[in-house]
């Protein structure tokens, strides 16, 4: 029971740094896209109705990328538990995928920055809804 403990305080530890950690990085994002002041988009090509064969890869292939992640976030929120899953891979994988956004932004491709977007919120919600779970997990063990 006792080595039970130690391990669960030291997990404990473990998981605030990578939120700090997480934290760091989702800031230094945003911070480098502060430069989309002076981007200049192409809207007619990002409104425009016609839909080419590229385009189609690409709404195709965004879709499974973007969703690759969705089935853990469901799985977290059926067991309403944290156990088993890992919030660093989805808060990387996020915070990349703001960068995805610049870029779709920068060639002005639709399926890039559609796609991401969804990603990120996924993936960020998965690392909410980890956090969430983590705490109320946190509070049981402590009997609050």
């Not at 130690?6 to 998981?15: G, I, M, N, P, Q």
């Not at 977290?76 to 660093?88: A, Q, T, V």
């Not at 891979?89 to 060639?107: E, H, P, R, V």
Request: include cysteine; charged fraction near 15%; charge should be positive.
């Amino acid at each position: 029971m006792r080595a039970l403990k130690c391990t669960v305080r030291v997990k404990a530890d473990v998981y605030g740094r990578i939120g700090g950690l997480m934290l760091a990085i989702v800031l230094l994002s945003l911070i480098s896209l502060i430069g989309c002041q002076q981007l200049t988009i192409d809207t007619e090509r990002l409104i425009r109705p016609n839909i080419g064969l590229k385009e189609i890869v690409g709404i195709l292939a965004g879709f499974g990328t973007t969703f690759a992640a969705f089935p853990d976030l469901l799985a977290m929120l059926k067991r309403r538990s944290s156990l088993g899953m890992n919030p660093r891979m989805s808060a990387i994988t996020g915070t990349f995928q703001i960068l995805w956004i610049y870029y779709g932004l920068l060639i002005g491709s639709r399926p890039v920055i559609l796609w991401n977007v969804v990603a990120v919120l996924i993936n960020f919600l998965t690392v909410g809804a980890f956090a969430y779970f983590l705490h109320n997990e946190r509070q049981a063990r402590t009997g609050r």
